[in-house]
């Protein structure tokens, strides 16, 4: 079983709608959790940082944290085409490394 | 991305050529790391330097090496490539532990 887990998609929505995306994970020792975009022939851009569990909102992205649960969520309201891309969640422990997950491909539709 | 140059941005090369990677920051993060991305498996890491002089090894290092020239560049070489290395070849670089990194746009390297 990996340590970070992400449905790989695609998945495919209308400009507009929700997007929402999760990732679970095994080490109860993370607590720096991370989300990148990684658009194609690109490398990946910190979208959102967050630090132990709850909601952090930047614009139109949310990111929350269940620790209890170890389920990393990342939300995109009013999507856009624009959004269209590959999205990593990357937790981290204390003092080590990042863990990237497989990523969750997002299309969205004009 | 801003910051992070890697080179070259593509090549092939044969089974058993040499070949190095070059990664340069203009950050001047401490920490530096090689990553290889491959379809499904997301970014594995090959090798880190949290700092000049310093270098470790990460999931997965074999057959690969690398140099950490000074604090602004950091060199991945394959010594004999095979073909399951080939892959895209991500370079990125941090402050210090808990921060975020910060991505090159990578090297696609094929090998035949």
């Known amino acids: 079983q990996k340590e970070v887990e992400q449905d790989p998609g695609p998945l495919s929505v209308p400009e507009g709608a929700i997007v929402s995306l999760n990732c679970t994970y095994s080490?109860?020792?993370?607590?720096?959790f991370m989300w990148y975009r990684q658009y194609s022939r690109k490398g990946p851009e910190l979208l959102m940082y967050?630090?132990?569990?709850g909601n952090k909102e930047d614009g139109r992205f949310t990111a929350q944290v269940d620790k209890s649960s170890k389920y990393i969520s990342l939300f995109i309201r009013d999507s856009q085409p624009s959004d269209s891309a590959t999205y990593l969640c990357?937790?981290?422990?204390?003092?080590?490394?990042?863990?990237f997950g497989g990523g969750t491909r997002v299309l969205v539709k004009p | 991305n801003a910051g992070v140059t890697q080179t070259p941005k593509f090549q092939v090369l044969k089974t058993g050529q040499s070949m190095t990677l070059q990664c340069a920051q203009d950050?001047?993060?401490?920490?530096m790391y090689w990553y290889r991305q491959d379809p499904g498996m997301g970014l594995r890491l090959i090798y880190y330097?949290?700092?000049?002089?310093?270098?470790d090894k990460g999931e997965v290092p074999n057959g690969y090496n690398v140099s950490r020239l000074n604090k602004r560049e950091f060199s991945l070489r394959l010594e004999s490539a095979a073909p399951s290395q080939t892959s895209v070849y991500f370079c990125?670089?941090?402050?210090?532990?808990?921060?975020?990194?910060?991505f090159g746009d990578g090297t696609r390297l094929s090998i035949l």
């Open positions: 990125a670089i941090e402050q210090g532990l808990g921060q975020p990194q910060h």
């Open positions: 080490n109860s020792a993370f607590q720096y």
């Open positions: 950050m001047n993060h401490n920490s």
């Open positions: 967050t630090y132990s569990s």
């Open positions: 990357a937790p981290q422990a204390a003092g080590n490394k990042l863990t």
């Open positions: 330097s949290a700092s000049e002089g310093t270098t």
